[in-house]
């Protein structure tokens, strides 16, 4: 059964609303080893807001973390990015609503392009370039109590910086609570 993904960003961009089929479970598991509540950061001193990939491949981590919540995460610094990895286990089957609000530049990936192959263009929420704090929306279909590979990317150039990760489950709520929902891999530090 193939699922809808659907991607968008405000209106200011244009990047416009884009879809595509893929595979149903779109690799997720339905365990992980190792597991522990969260998701796992990397901070580096380089702004990557207008090319993840950049930001994948710069390893001088200067800070790490785990949150369960980005309700508007800041550093309180500029020239900066952050990229968080683990797993988003839904309770609820059915369409999930995202939205990015950053200041500067955020991405969303679940599913396998969170491994590999990410782009800006195959984001589930495309946030990209320099700019004041502005939303940005994506969808995708996920199934219950699967854990699906996920991977954030928030960078700040200069000037103001914060960035809210929420969703909404069906039939909910927006949030930005993911007790229960962030999950990482302790042994490797994300997948």
Same mark, same amino acid.
């Given at each position: 059964?193939?699922?809808?993904?659907?991607?968008?960003?405000?209106?200011?961009?244009?990047?416009?609303?884009?879809?595509?089929?893929?595979?149903?479970?779109?690799?997720?598991?339905?365990?992980?080893?190792?597991?522990?509540? &969260?998701?796992?950061?990397?901070?580096?001193?380089?702004?990557?807001?207008?090319?993840?990939?950049?930001?994948?491949?710069?390893?001088?981590?200067?800070?790490?973390?785990?949150?369960?919540?980005?309700?508007?995460? /800041?550093?309180?610094?500029? &020239?900066?990015?952050?990229?968080?990895?683990?797993?988003?286990?839904?309770?609820?089957?059915?369409?999930?609503?995202?939205?990015?609000?950053?200041?500067?530049?955020?991405?969303?990936?679940?599913?396998?392009?969170?491994?590999?192959?990410?782009?800006?263009?195959?984001?589930?929420?495309?946030?990209?370039?320099?700019?004041?704090?502005?939303?940005?929306?994506?969808?995708?279909?996920?199934?219950?109590?699967?854990?699906?590979?996920?991977?954030?990317?928030?960078?700040?150039?200069?000037?103001?910086?914060?960035?809210?990760?929420?969703? /909404?489950?069906?039939?909910?709520?927006?949030? /930005?609570?993911?007790?229960?929902?962030?999950?990482?891999?302790?042994?490797?530090?994300?997948?």
């Amino acid at each position: 059964m193939p699922l809808l993904e659907s991607r968008g960003s405000s209106s200011a961009f244009g990047y416009g609303l884009n879809s595509s089929l893929t595979d149903p479970f779109d690799g997720a598991t339905s365990s992980i080893s190792n597991a522990a509540s &969260g998701l796992y950061g990397r901070r580096v001193n380089a702004d990557y807001s207008s090319d993840p990939s950049g930001l994948d491949g710069n390893n001088s981590i200067v800070s790490t973390n785990t949150v369960t919540s980005l309700d508007s995460f /800041t550093s309180s610094a500029d &020239g900066y990015s952050w990229k968080w990895f683990g797993y988003f286990r839904p309770s609820v089957t059915g369409i999930y609503n995202f939205r990015t609000t950053s200041d500067d530049g955020s991405f969303l990936w679940l599913g396998t392009k969170a491994k590999t192959g990410f782009t800006m263009d195959n984001a589930v929420v495309d946030n990209r370039g320099g700019h004041g704090p502005l939303p940005a929306y994506g969808s995708k279909l996920l199934y219950a109590n699967y854990y699906y590979p996920c991977r954030v990317h928030f960078s700040e150039g200069g000037g103001g910086d914060i960035m809210t990760l929420a969703w /909404t489950p069906p039939g909910g709520s927006e949030t /930005t609570n993911g007790s229960g929902i962030f999950f990482y891999n302790t042994a490797t530090g994300g997948f």
